[in-house]
């Protein structure tokens, strides 16, 4: 039943996942359709993303592409000009190359520094929020948490993980994590080491992409049939036995955190897990 429960939950929160998504669609102007250049000043930058404010006063994020062509620094309060590219995200431009047309002030060695743009005070919210999710999902480590359920055994399961990488490519990343899962006659600890592999028919920067994995894993498991028809509960750490598998895994992962992933370990259970969490 407990199991029954949280598949139900997982589906729900898979369609709590979607329907904002579809909900958020907002209609796209002229100018969203095709490529477009537009000049102004920069308000912030980072490397994945810059914030430009048009000569018009509107604000606009762009994200760069693979190979985009632009300086390899661009400081704030520089004037460029920025030809880009309409992406799924009618908030978001993809950049194709940015020119630097009037270089940020430069500092005279003994004048007093100016005083730094007030980017929280200019940059609307909105677009403070989406700059920063992308920053989130683009940067070299992070960590978050995960819970689901376990079929043959059934169990309830909930872990944390950690994410390294870009390794080698820029849509591959290591992603260790551990899981501590129990049901009624199987209690385990798994640790798995698992690779991931973004697929590239998404962005990288995208509103959601698409993922696939695998790796190695090592489980502790416990299965007291005699406690389970006692009702006694608890874990008894005197009659684990170790175990090693294969995971292979897939799933969604979406700009704001929020991971669905299904996974399967060959030569050892649970073997098939369907599990939901939330990267920081």
């Known amino acids: 039943m407990r199991t029954r429960a949280l598949l139900i939950l997982w589906g729900t929160l898979a369609i709590a996942c979607t329907v904002p998504l579809a909900m958020g669609q907002v209609t796209a102007s002229p100018s969203q359709l095709g490529d477009e250049t537009v000049t102004g000043t920069v308000v912030s930058s980072s490397p994945t993303t810059v914030v430009v404010r048009s000569e018009s006063g509107t604000y606009q994020l762009y994200v760069f592409d693979r190979f985009p062509v632009k300086p390899a620094a661009i400081s704030v309060g520089s004037t460029v000009r920025v030809s880009s590219r309409a992406s799924d995200d009618p908030r978001v431009r993809v950049a194709n190359s940015i020119t ?32 920063g999710d992308i920053k989130r999902n683009t940067r070299k480590y992070g960590a978050g948490f995960r819970a689901g359920a376990g079929l043959d055994p059934e169990v309830l399961l909930i872990g944390v993980h950690a994410r390294l990488g870009p390794i080698l490519t820029q849509n591959a990343a290591f992603r260790p994590n551990v899981e501590f899962a129990f049901g009624e006659v199987t209690k385990l600890f798994a640790i798995n080491l698992e690779g991931v592999y973004n697929l590239p028919i998404t962005p990288r920067t995208g509103r959601w992409t698409s993922y696939v994995g695998l790796g190695p894993s090592f489980i502790f498991k416990s299965q007291n049939f005699e406690r389970a028809a006692s009702g006694e509960g608890g874990v008894d750490f005197s009659d684990f036995s170790f175990d090693a598998g294969l995971n292979v895994l897939g799933g969604v992962a979406f700009r704001n955190g929020l991971f669905l992933e299904m996974k399967t370990t060959v030569w050892a259970s649970p073997h098939l897990r369907l599990i939901f969490g939330f990267s920081f």
């Open 100 to 131: 630097v047309t009037t270089p940020a002030p430069a500092v005279t060695p003994g004048e007093p520094k100016p005083a730094a743009p007030p980017q929280e005070e200019v940059i609307p919210p909105s677009i403070r929020d989406l700059e």
